[in-house]
């Protein structure tokens, strides 16, 4: 059984929010008049990561821009999960690997949720005051559970790390979609509940990690499993 959790951390691109799909869009918006498509194996090595390093630095300007990020909905079960957890205090954050601006993009209009429920509880991927490499290495989410959260889970090296912060990892429940992240959190000596989309499923990648839990969706979490309060 996993042990009982203490602390979420929470991605946000594609499992929170349902931005994935206004990426794709404005990809293949782009790639149309040459013929092409982005294809999943594609997709699947872009997802999760930084986007300097996914090297698509004309869509960064676009997705600044883009009129579309206003309207992005929470995805379904989102909003339930989130909710229930600030009910009952348990301590969490988000740990994303977009940009800080985008991230404002993204969420202004989801205040309920990302400011009145995390309360500032953010990294982003560009905050350099950590020196942090991207997914799929753990430091954005040992910075968010050590920096934000104030766990004592130690650096980022899990060779680093004293016996008593590895075992303050294991309390902490990482949520994911992407390959790279759920790598990231495994990396991290958490949990993981993996939610990526079906056609991720298919996707060969390198690594040993495997997510501690597959869900279609979140609404199929079932928060006792994972030692958190049941929903009402």
């Known amino acids: 059984m996993p042990p009982s959790?203490?602390?979420?951390?929470?991605?946000?691109?594609?499992?929170?929010?349902?931005?994935?799909?206004?990426y794709t869009k404005v990809t293949n918006t782009i790639l149309a008049p040459y013929g092409k498509e982005?294809?999943?194996?594609?997709k699947a090595g872009c997802m999760g990561k930084p986007e300097r390093e996914a090297a698509v630095h004309l869509l960064n300007a676009m997705r600044s821009k883009t009129p579309l990020?206003?309207?992005?909905?929470?995805?379904?079960?989102?909003?339930?999960?989130?909710?229930?957890l600030r009910a009952h205090k348990i301590p969490m954050a988000v740990a994303t690997s977009s940009r800080r601006r985008n991230f404002e993009l993204k969420t202004g209009h989801l205040g309920e949720i990302f400011i009145d429920c995390f309360e500032g509880k953010v990294v982003c991927g560009d905050d350099t005051q950590w020196n942090m490499r991207g997914k799929p290495e753990?430091?954005?989410?040992?910075?968010?559970?050590?920096e934000i959260l104030g766990r004592d889970v130690g650096p980022a090296d899990a060779g680093d790390a004293a016996p008593n912060?590895?075992?303050e990892r294991k309390k902490g429940l990482v949520f994911e979609d992407a390959l790279p992240g759920m790598q990231a959190g495994k990396r991290a000596g958490m949990a993981v509940v993996w939610v990526p989309d079906a056609n991720l499923l298919g996707v060969e990648y390198s690594g040993e990690e495997k997510a501690d839990q597959i869900l279609k969706s979140l609404e199929e979490f079932v928060p006792e499993e994972w030692g958190l309060p049941p929903y009402a």
């Open 5 to 22: 959790i203490e602390f979420v951390l929470f991605d946000m691109d594609g499992l929170l929010i349902d931005s994935e799909a206004i």
């Open 38 to 42: 982005m294809t999943w194996d594609i």
């Open 69 to 84: 990020w206003p309207t992005v909905p929470l995805l379904p079960g989102a909003r339930k999960l989130i909710l229930h």
């Open 138 to 146: 753990p430091d954005i989410f040992i910075v968010a559970a050590r």
């Open 165 to 167: 912060q590895l075992a």
